[in-house]
């Protein structure tokens, strides 16, 4: 079994939408596909991440009406990233470093997923967890 050991073994696909699309249709495609974040793009261009910590506070607690405010209005940017070799303890660091949840990760200069601190957690959690395992029942 191979443990997970860089950010390109836990991954996610990036999920994007436009910056001239409303708030409301970018929280509507993360509550479909069940994620906390979602990049916004330019002309196709990634330029920026709507996190659901955005939502919250440049949206519901600033009293903003989500179906008439544009998602280029409340992302954060510039993006941050990662290589897609960094390690997940790297990573976890850089995350911790940054003071941020969410990193990109990029291969040859483009964007190739997007990985949380949850998945992070997790991949740490399970590949010890495993090994533990494995200790036990040698004993």
């Known amino acids: 079994m191979k443990y997970p050991s860089t950010v390109a073994d836990v991954m996610n696909d990036i999920i994007s939408i436009d910056g001239e699309s409303l708030v409301v249709d970018a929280a509507k495609i993360m509550i479909d596909k069940e994620i906390g974040s979602i990049i916004v793009t330019e002309d196709r261009t990634p ?30 940017s510039p993006l941050i ?30 964007l190739i997923g997007i990985v949380s601190e949850g998945d992070l957690i997790r991949a740490v959690t399970l590949s010890s967890l495993t090994q533990f395992s494995s200790i036990l029942r040698r004993n």
């Open 47 to 76: 330029v920026g991440i709507i996190t659901e910590s955005d939502m919250l506070s440049r949206v519901i607690v600033a009293y903003r009406d989500p179906k008439k405010l544009l998602t280029k209005k409340i992302m954060s």
């Open 81 to 110: 990233s990662i290589t897609k070799d960094s390690t997940i303890l790297d990573a976890m660091r850089f995350i911790r470093d940054q003071d941020i949840h969410i990193v990109l990760i990029k291969d040859n200069g483009g």
